[in-house]
């Protein structure tokens, strides 16, 4: 399908509420895995924890050890005290953040905004780009404690209910502060399951890419091509890029483990798919059409209809299949979306165990 043809609308599907997971599951890894073959369409249905039963040695996860930041605050107007919700997207400078403030009419370049009784101050310098704000904080003491202490887990907008630990909306491999959003697809790994991917000989990659609310943002133009990106920054460590690369020399898999994995390599690669170390903002947007550069597998979950994920997915797979693996997933009830379940679009649907 060629890119000038592209509509948002042609990656839509029906979805009942009711499959659009609200609360993680106790045991990370019993999320149930859909196994596609991106060539074929072929699918099997499977448990999370049998992942490493696709995996092969010399295969390489790329995983985003983002960390998520309790980014989410509540305030209220200095002088009306009426309430007032910050959102941190991105630290620009020192105590300087871009910001999503509701309701964002009431708060105008110099309106003021407390937290936690006064514990935390906030100040609107100027009104940026799709309505953000800049916001200058003053407190006494350490940032990042007062936020702990002060913020919430910014979930997404479709998530109802309360996250009641936050460690639950972080990967267990998290490590750099960053994020506004948590790379969803790696909430499924357990300290024991890498562990167990890693004795069959598959080694671990791991990227930072700090996730923006723009994953979260519709596309609100009917002409994909139309879509402006949302900037990330990414950074790629000499030892990722050293691991990816010889996987690559070896014919072996890079496996990128959700999008926002995908996404970085694919940023950072050159025509031979080879990667360079080093961090940057990215704007790359994939569509069908994309050709992939260092990714050759995905584990993701499943994506909201006509998002830029799901046409990322589908450069992958093939919109066909990609939408075909969806309404099967929606007839088997599976779980939708941040705390939902798994797929895995592969190059073949042979266990490691089928030739033993």
């Known amino acids: ?56 040695p010399g295969d390489c996860l790329v ?38 403030v509701k309701p964002g009419k009431k708060m105008k370049p110099g309106a003021r905004v407390v937290f936690g009784d006064g514990l935390l101050r906030g100040e609107v310098l100027e009104i940026v780009q799709e309505g953000n704000r800049l916001i200058r904080f003053t407190y006494e003491g350490i940032f990042e404690e007062i936020l702990d202490r002060l913020g919430q887990m910014p979930l997404p907008p479709y998530i109802t209910h309360r996250l009641q630990d936050k460690t639950r909306y972080q990967t267990v491999y998290a490590r750099y502060d960053g994020s506004a959003a948590a790379p969803t697809a790696g909430l499924h790994f357990t300290p024991q399951l890498l562990t167990q991917i890693e004795e069959k000989g598959v080694t671990l990659a791991y990227v930072t890419l700090h996730v923006g609310l ?33 996987t690559k020399e070896n014919g072996a898999r890079v496996i990128c483990v959700g999008t926002t994995s995908c996404r ?62 969806y309404r099967e997933a929606v007839r088997e009830r599976y779980r939708f979306f941040s705390f939902g379940d798994a797929c895995f679009l592969t190059d073949s649907l042979q266990k490691m165990t089928d030739s033993i």
């Open 63 to 100: 995983l985003n050890n983002t960390r998520v930041i309790p980014a989410r605050l509540l305030g209220v107007k200095e002088d009306t005290k009426a309430a007032i919700e910050v959102l941190l997207l991105k630290r620009r400078e020192n105590d300087i953040w871009e910001t999503l």
């Open 214 to 246: 723009g994953t979260f943002r519709p596309v609100k133009v009917e002409n994909v091509l139309e879509h402006h990106m949302h900037s990330e920054y990414y950074q790629i460590s000499q030892e990722a890029a050293k691991l990816i690369n010889g």
């Open 1 to 56: 399908m060629p890119g000038s043809e592209l509509k948002t609308s042609d990656f839509y599907y029906e979805l009942p509420p009711e499959l659009i997971a609200q609360d993680p599951l106790d045991d990370r890894a019993s999320s149930r895995l859909l196994v596609m073959d991106k060539k074929t369409g072929e699918i099997r249905h499977e448990t999370f924890r049998d992942l490493a039963d696709y995996l092969r």
């Open 264 to 325: 970085t390599i694919e940023s950072a690669a050159d025509e031979r798919g080879r990667l360079e170390a080093g961090s940057g903002n990215t704007e790359i947007f994939i569509y069908p059409g994309y050709r992939f550069k260092a990714t050759d597998c995905l584990i993701t979950n499943f994506h909201l209809p006509e998002s830029t994920l799901v046409m990322l997915v589908s450069a992958l797979a093939g919109r066909e299949h990609v939408l075909g693996a």
